[in-house]
């Protein structure tokens, strides 16, 4: 396979206004120590937790798009949902801020066993220093209706909110990825590489189906691996399957999308979103320690173990040359030390 010549992007995405918030491109970073230690292909990582907007993060570049369409529409609210530890609600708090807008979070308590440091410290902490308006619910099925509630009730005090979905994921919000995925191409194209593989975790799909539909449009053939964080592979499939194709619509593009395009990949999930697991925590251990890398318990932990976990069955040779997005999360950590309570002194192989 031969390393990707740069392709245009399509001339449709410039008819989208995009809010400022990235600092510019992140960085890509070998990860030499890792990939020898263990002897697999080599490891790159797209450095996603520099977005440059309050810890960073993949939000940041979903964001730039429906900030913009958020202010176009006359909106002096930004209104979403997520988990306590939500990185989108946090990275939303922050764009709001930045844009001079309000912000109000609905965030649903997943682990109510957990210490109150849990409710209290990493994200939900930011959420509240950023100047967003957090209202916590109980656990539940739909968050959809719990958004629609709190537009509504926004409405009456005569605001004039901006609902943005679970995770940013739209095709608007998807459209951050289309930019990714050539940024990516570039950045590696430059360096000399290629990309074989692309690695990343998966849950409201906007990433991966973003990225995806930046690749197709690229011609590009690098798999995307997405390891899912929330839900069985199958639905998470049908879900990036979905947003990819109307990403491609709304740039123009043939939307239509070979079937083994989307990987999905469940294993790692444990016992549900937000639960950790031995693997999340060896894998955010031994990147801290072989890379000086902070990955997150939720997201990027969880999908490391998926590629670590990969490497060592021999999914990959040793001149494959694969990309783990570092999709951020990072301010998590703070919320689940009592997730690595017993483990820190453990020999990593
Ligand atoms: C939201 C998030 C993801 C998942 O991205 P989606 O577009 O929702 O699939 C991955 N990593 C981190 C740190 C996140 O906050």
Same mark, same amino acid.
């Given at each position: 396979?031969?390393?990707?010549?740069?392709?245009?992007?399509?001339?449709?995405?410039?008819?989208?206004?995009?809010?400022?918030?990235?600092? %510019?491109?992140?960085?890509?970073?070998?990860? =030499?120590?890792?990939?020898?230690?263990?002897?697999?292909?080599? /490891?790159? /990582?797209?450095?996603?937790?520099?977005?440059?907007?309050?810890?960073?993060?993949?939000?940041?570049?979903?964001?730039?798009?429906?900030?913009?369409? +958020?202010?176009?529409?006359?909106?002096?609210?930004?209104?979403?949902?997520?988990?306590?530890?939500?990185?989108?609600?946090?990275?939303?708090?922050?764009?709001?801020?930045?844009?001079? *807008?309000?912000?109000?979070?609905?965030?649903?308590?997943?682990?109510?066993?957990?210490?109150?440091?849990?409710?209290?410290?990493?994200?939900?902490?930011?959420?509240?220093?950023? %100047?967003?308006?957090?209202?916590?619910?109980?656990?539940?099925?739909?968050?959809?209706?719990?958004?629609?509630?709190?537009?509504?009730?926004?409405?009456?005090? %005569?605001?004039?909110?901006?609902?943005?979905?679970?995770?940013? @994921?739209?095709?608007?919000?998807?459209? %951050?990825?289309?930019?990714?995925?050539?940024?990516?191409?570039?950045?590696?194209? =430059?360096?000399?590489?290629?990309?074989?593989?692309?690695?990343?975790?998966?849950?409201?799909?906007?990433?991966? +189906?973003?990225?995806?539909?930046?690749?197709?449009?690229?011609?590009?053939?690098?798999?995307?691996?997405?390891?899912?964080?929330?839900?069985? +592979?199958?639905?998470?499939?049908?879900?990036?399957?979905?947003?990819?194709? @109307?990403? *491609?619509?709304?740039?123009?593009?043939?939307?239509?999308?070979?079937?083994?395009?989307?990987?999905? =990949?469940?294993?790692?999930?444990?016992?549900?979103?937000?639960?950790?697991?031995?693997?999340?925590?060896?894998?955010?251990?031994?990147?801290?320690?072989?890379?000086?890398?902070?990955? =997150?318990?939720?997201?990027?932990?969880?999908?490391?173990?998926?590629?670590?976990?990969? /490497?060592?069955?021999?999914?990959?040779?040793?001149?494959?040359?694969?990309?783990? /997005?570092?999709?951020?999360?990072?301010?998590?950590?703070?919320?689940?030390?009592?997730?690595?309570?017993?483990?820190?002194?453990?020999?990593?192989?």
């Amino acid at each position: 396979m031969s390393i990707a010549a740069s392709v245009a992007l399509p001339a449709t995405l410039t008819c989208y206004p995009r809010y400022p918030l990235l600092t %510019g491109p992140t960085p890509l970073q070998r990860l =030499d120590r890792l990939s020898d230690l263990l002897g697999g292909p080599r /490891i790159h /990582i797209k450095r996603d937790d520099c977005t440059g907007l309050a810890l960073g993060g993949n939000k940041a570049r979903k964001l730039e798009f429906l900030v913009a369409d +958020a202010l176009a529409q006359g909106a002096d609210t930004l209104v979403t949902v997520g988990a306590l530890q939500s990185n989108h609600a946090r990275m939303t708090a922050a764009a709001a801020a930045r844009a001079g *807008l309000r912000c109000t979070l609905v965030l649903q308590d997943r682990l109510p066993d957990a210490p109150a440091s849990h409710r209290e410290g990493g994200n939900i902490f930011l959420d509240g220093l950023l %100047g967003a308006d957090v209202v916590v619910v109980p656990a539940q099925e739909s968050l959809d209706e719990v958004l629609a509630v709190q537009v509504q009730a926004l409405r009456e005090q %005569g605001r004039v909110p901006y609902a943005i979905a679970a995770g940013g @994921s739209s095709p608007l919000g998807a459209l %951050g990825y289309v930019l990714a995925a050539h940024e990516l191409l570039e950045q590696a194209a =430059d360096a000399g590489h290629r990309v074989d593989a692309i690695v990343l975790a998966t849950g409201s799909a906007g990433t991966q +189906a973003g990225l995806i539909a930046g690749l197709v449009q690229a011609g590009h053939a690098a798999a995307v691996h997405g390891h899912c964080v929330s839900r069985p +592979a199958a639905q998470q499939t049908d879900k990036v399957q979905e947003l990819a194709s @109307s990403t *491609l619509a709304a740039l123009g593009l043939p939307a239509q999308l070979a079937d083994h395009v989307v990987h999905t =990949d469940d294993r790692q999930i444990g016992s549900g979103y937000g639960h950790p697991t031995a693997a999340m925590c060896e894998a955010v251990q031994l990147l801290a320690r072989f890379e000086a890398i902070l990955l =997150d318990p939720v997201y990027t932990g969880k999908a490391m173990a998926g590629l670590i976990a990969d /490497i060592r069955a021999g999914r990959y040779t040793r001149e494959q040359q694969v990309v783990f /997005i570092h999709t951020g999360g990072s301010p998590a950590l703070f919320a689940y030390r009592w997730a690595f309570a017993g483990s820190a002194e453990e020999e990593t192989p």
